[in-house]
């Protein structure tokens, strides 16, 4: 299974950013998919995830402003993010989890795409 993320870049803050990640190979089995962030010097950080039950979790700093969803292909997930944040400047990477039950933390996600930079200026 390979991901691949696209939509980062540069914004202003209160500005948005729609990022998207695609699962290509096989997503059989597949339970969930999910955005994690690494900031400068700081370690990765969950932000979201969205199961095959379609249950979602985000971390606290992010709800209200980010929202995650799936495609019309399954194997597609999307982070829209508002109202964006100096402190939101990371690099986001997707990631897909084969496993149960699924949380928040890294270990539970099995394959990782590469991650696209947000920055977000002040």
């Known amino acids: 299974v390979q991901l691949q993320a696209f939509g980062g870049g540069l914004v202003q803050a209160g500005g948005s950013l729609r990022l998207s990640c695609t699962a290509s190979g096989s997503t059989v089995g597949m339970h969930g998919m999910g955005w994690f962030r690494q900031a400068p010097g700081k370690e990765r950080e969950f932000v979201a995830v969205i199961r095959l039950t379609d249950m979602i979790d985000y971390t606290d700093s992010v709800d209200s402003r980010f929202i995650i969803s799936k495609g019309n292909a399954k194997n597609t997930v999307y982070l829209q993010m508002n109202s964006l944040k100096p402190e939101d400047t990371a690099v986001y990477s997707c990631?897909?989890?084969?496993?149960?039950?699924?949380?928040?933390?890294?270990?539970?996600?099995?394959?990782w795409g590469q991650g696209t930079l947000v920055t977000v200026s002040s």
């Open positions: 990631a897909a989890s084969y496993q149960l039950p699924l949380g928040r933390q890294w270990n539970r996600f099995d394959y």
